[in-house]
Protein backbone atom coordinates (compact mmCIF):
# COMPACT_ATOMS: atom_id res chain seq x y z
CA UNK A 1 0.00 0.00 0.00
CA UNK A 2 2.83 2.20 0.55
CA UNK A 3 3.40 2.35 -3.08
CA UNK A 4 -0.11 3.48 -3.72
CA UNK A 5 0.49 6.46 -1.42
CA UNK A 6 2.83 7.68 -3.76
CA UNK A 7 0.50 7.71 -6.72
CA UNK A 8 -2.80 9.38 -7.49
CA UNK A 9 -6.04 7.51 -9.53
CA UNK A 10 -4.75 3.98 -8.61
CA UNK A 11 -5.75 1.02 -10.09
CA UNK A 12 -4.60 -2.37 -8.74
CA UNK A 13 -5.31 -5.47 -10.57
CA UNK A 14 -5.03 -8.83 -8.91
CA UNK A 15 -5.88 -12.05 -10.32
CA UNK A 16 -5.59 -14.65 -8.01
CA UNK A 17 -7.78 -15.97 -5.59
CA UNK A 18 -7.32 -15.32 -1.56
CA UNK A 19 -7.10 -19.06 -0.99
CA UNK A 20 -6.39 -22.51 -3.26
CA UNK A 21 -6.94 -25.96 -1.80
CA UNK A 22 -7.51 -24.63 1.70
CA UNK A 23 -4.11 -22.81 1.26
CA UNK A 24 -3.61 -18.66 1.67
CA UNK A 25 -1.99 -17.80 -1.49
CA UNK A 26 -2.68 -14.16 -0.52
CA UNK A 27 -3.71 -11.46 2.51
CA UNK A 28 -6.61 -9.44 2.01
CA UNK A 29 -5.19 -6.21 2.54
CA UNK A 30 -9.01 -4.70 1.90
CA UNK A 31 -11.33 -4.63 4.46
CA UNK A 32 -15.13 -6.36 3.68
CA UNK A 33 -17.37 -3.29 4.94
CA UNK A 34 -16.92 0.89 5.43
CA UNK A 35 -14.97 0.16 8.49
CA UNK A 36 -11.23 1.30 7.74
CA UNK A 37 -9.02 -1.09 8.76
CA UNK A 38 -5.69 0.35 9.68
CA UNK A 39 -1.91 -1.70 8.43
CA UNK A 40 0.33 0.30 10.45
CA UNK A 41 0.15 4.07 9.52
CA UNK A 42 -2.16 3.19 6.57
CA UNK A 43 -5.79 3.23 7.10
CA UNK A 44 -7.78 1.63 3.97
CA UNK A 45 -11.87 2.54 3.37
CA UNK A 46 -13.89 0.11 1.76
CA UNK A 47 -16.24 2.86 -0.31
CA UNK A 48 -18.09 0.47 -2.89
CA UNK A 49 -17.75 -3.45 -4.18
CA UNK A 50 -19.48 -4.39 -7.52
CA UNK A 51 -19.66 -7.81 -8.74
CA UNK A 52 -19.43 -9.21 -12.18
CA UNK A 53 -19.70 -12.53 -13.32
CA UNK A 54 -15.66 -13.04 -13.53
CA UNK A 55 -14.40 -10.11 -11.27
CA UNK A 56 -15.02 -7.45 -8.72
CA UNK A 57 -14.39 -4.01 -8.73
CA UNK A 58 -13.38 -2.31 -5.01
CA UNK A 59 -13.46 1.16 -4.44
CA UNK A 60 -11.58 2.36 -1.84
CA UNK A 61 -9.73 5.03 0.21
CA UNK A 62 -6.09 4.71 1.59
CA UNK A 63 -4.44 7.54 3.54
CA UNK A 64 -1.29 7.80 5.75
CA UNK A 65 -2.56 8.57 9.15
CA UNK A 66 0.74 9.27 10.80
CA UNK A 67 0.84 12.63 12.74
CA UNK A 68 4.19 13.51 11.62
CA UNK A 69 3.22 13.96 8.14
CA UNK A 70 0.21 15.90 5.91
CA UNK A 71 -2.76 13.65 5.66
CA UNK A 72 -2.95 12.77 1.81
CA UNK A 73 -5.93 10.24 0.95
CA UNK A 74 -6.23 8.82 -2.48
CA UNK A 75 -8.72 6.73 -4.43
CA UNK A 76 -7.76 3.18 -5.00
CA UNK A 77 -9.62 1.45 -7.81
CA UNK A 78 -9.25 -2.43 -7.23
CA UNK A 79 -9.75 -4.95 -9.86
CA UNK A 80 -10.12 -8.48 -8.46
CA UNK A 81 -10.56 -11.40 -11.61
CA UNK A 82 -12.33 -13.74 -9.65
CA UNK A 83 -12.83 -17.01 -12.36
CA UNK A 84 -9.31 -18.15 -12.53
CA UNK A 85 -9.12 -21.70 -12.15
CA UNK A 86 -7.10 -23.31 -8.72
CA UNK A 87 -4.86 -25.27 -11.36
CA UNK A 88 -4.32 -23.96 -14.83
CA UNK A 89 -5.93 -21.42 -17.32
CA UNK A 90 -9.67 -20.39 -18.19
CA UNK A 91 -11.10 -22.29 -20.87
CA UNK A 92 -12.05 -19.46 -22.34
CA UNK A 93 -10.22 -15.95 -23.14
CA UNK A 94 -13.97 -13.75 -23.17
CA UNK A 95 -13.84 -13.42 -19.52
CA UNK A 96 -10.27 -12.32 -19.70
CA UNK A 97 -11.16 -9.69 -22.29
CA UNK A 98 -14.25 -8.22 -20.65
CA UNK A 99 -11.68 -7.60 -17.64
CA UNK A 100 -9.05 -5.92 -19.68
CA UNK A 101 -11.91 -4.08 -21.14
CA UNK A 102 -13.04 -2.80 -17.58
CA UNK A 103 -9.41 -1.92 -16.01
CA UNK A 104 -8.35 -0.56 -19.47
CA UNK A 105 -10.66 2.31 -18.68
CA UNK A 106 -8.98 3.17 -15.83
CA UNK A 107 -5.62 5.40 -15.34
CA UNK A 108 -2.36 4.00 -13.41
CA UNK A 109 -2.05 0.43 -12.74
CA UNK A 110 0.24 -1.00 -10.19
Same mark, same amino acid.
Request: negative net charge; hydrophobic residues 40%.
Given at each position: ??V?????G? &??V??A???????????? *??P? $??TP???????V?L????? *????????? *?????? $?D? $?V &?E???T?????????H??P????A????????A??????
Open positions: MTVLLCTV &QVFVQLVEDSIVKCEQ *YWD $DSCLYDVISTTSTTS *YANFVVRSF *YIRHVD $DR $D &QHCVHYQFTAWPEGVRSPLLLEFHTKVTGSTIV
